[in-house]
């Protein structure tokens, strides 16, 4: 049943494409700070 609704009506599909959207950009949000904190470590030596 809840299947059904979250793959066949308008608000359902709508809703997975925004639960898919945000899980994209909490990983590109993790992978774009681990890069800027690594580059900062990088460029003041480390600890």
């Given at each position: 049943?809840?299947?059904q609704v979250l793959l066949?009506?308008?608000v359902g599909?709508?809703?997975l494409a925004v639960i898919v959207?945000?899980?994209l950009?909490?990983?590109?949000?993790?992978?774009?700070f681990n890069k800027k904190v690594?580059?900062?470590s990088r460029t003041?030596?480390?600890l």
């Open positions: 049943m809840a299947w066949g009506t308008d599909l709508l809703s959207g945000v899980i950009m909490s990983g590109y949000f993790a992978w774009y690594n580059e900062e003041k030596g480390g």
